[in-house]
């Protein structure tokens, strides 16, 4: 249980271009969904946090206009790269919680996906 | 800011037991430390998790000390396969939300 897949795995799109990454819990309904960025050799670096039903909130030095997320409902949350851009190149990441504030959970990650903005 | 340090990377023998330090001499008393390890170009993988008390599950076991400013991840017998970076982290709750605060992490490499 608590699989987490994501799609694309990999995209490659021509700067200028929008692209959307997908992210599903495909066995339990997840409230609240992260989004974050890996540069290579570097660690895990959270993008923003979406509640299901909610606005995300963004880390600081993300821009939400550049980054949309929509979490749209307890199994789907997708992730817009808008005019992409060659620095947005990157290992983008979900991961899925299933319990609400104040319970605890772990967070369960997707497999990834891999930008090359050309 | 990361709020765990970590070595940057560790031997280790197959079939040896794998133990991975790490301090958290900032942490609050009620965040949790985490661990995960992701293998090269994949998501992380969940491995432990604790707050106060040592835990074990089928992969791992976690000690933290009683003052809760280090711990020490313990993989008893590894595997080529357990070759990845491992990630000790610590929970944080922030606007109604828990969040994983990532530090650098430990290359772990097994060798044969």
């Known amino acids: 249980g608590a699989v987490v897949s994501q799609h694309p795995s990999r995209v490659i799109c021509k700067s200028g271009t929008s692209v959307k990454i997908e992210c599903r819990s495909l066995d339990f309904q997840a409230t609240t969904m992260f989004w974050y960025r890996q540069f290579p050799k570097q660690s895990l670096m959270l993008m923003a946090t979406s509640n299901e039903g909610s606005k995300a909130t963004y880390e600081q030095g993300v821009e939400k206009d550049k980054f949309l997320i929509n979490h749209a409902s307890l199994t789907l949350s997708t992730l817009t790269v808008t005019s992409a851009h060659p620095e947005d190149s990157s290992f983008y990441i979900c991961?899925?919680?299933?319990?609400?504030?104040?319970?605890?959970?772990?967070?369960?990650f997707g497999p990834g996906t891999r930008l090359t903005v050309l | 800011d990361a709020k765990t340090t970590q070595p940057p990377s560790m031997d280790c023998a197959e079939g040896r037991a794998a133990n991975l330090p790490c301090n958290h001499s900032t942490i609050s008393g009620n965040e949790y430390v985490y661990w995960y390890r992701q293998i090269h170009s994949q998501g992380p993988q969940y491995i432990i998790h604790?707050?106060?008390?040592?835990e074990t599950n089928e992969m791992a076991s976690l000690i933290i000390t009683e003052d809760r400013k280090s711990s020490t991840l313990i993989l008893p017998h590894a595997t080529l396969r357990d070759t990845a970076v491992y990630y000790c982290?610590?929970?944080?709750?922030?606007?109604?939300?828990?969040?994983?605060?990532w530090g650098a992490g430990t290359k772990l490499i097994i060798k044969p």
């Open positions: 982290i610590v929970r944080v709750a922030r606007d109604s939300n828990y969040q994983l605060i």
């Open positions: 991961s899925a919680q299933q319990d609400s504030w104040p319970t605890t959970d772990e967070q369960f």
């Open positions: 604790g707050l106060k008390n040592n």
